[in-house]
């Protein structure tokens, strides 16, 4: 299984810490995966772990999708960066999974609903918790989500 990541937003230093947490003990779990962020040292960071290949400094969605390579799935980390996976799954068919804020699900804004809506899954934004514990979560919410993608492929 090869994830790719998209994260655009400038995080406070402990959002941050907790993305890289989190990529480095997915790495730990022998997930490949790429990543694309809008931080060059966060970037700089992530190409150091093992399995992690790390795209250019990205800014804006549409050049996280035009940089993103074939993946079996992209987590996208806020929902300004989920322009990218809806632009995946609408020309890829590469199925996304967004972190949303609860008060982001209520949104008025048309694209933001499509963003949400054509998630395959919605992921909810978690408090600070221990990066092995997020990881496996994260891994059953990636496995279950392809899952259900290649059975909806195969019915249609």
Known sequence: MKIGHICLANLPDADRDRFAAMIEAL???NIDQHVLVSSVTLARELAELPQVSVGPVVKTPVMAYCLMPDVDLVHVHEVRSGQAGLLLTLTRSIP?????A???LGSKNPLTRSVLHRAAQLVPATPAEPSRQIAA???CIYRDTLGAWVR?????
Not at 96 to 100: D, K, R, S
Not at 152 to 156: M, S
């Open 137 to 139: 979560e994260y891994l």
């Open 102 to 104: 609860s008060e982001e």
């Open 27 to 29: 790495a730990g779990e």
């Open 152 to 156: 909806n492929a195969l019915l249609l």
């Open 96 to 100: 996304f999974v967004i972190t949303a």
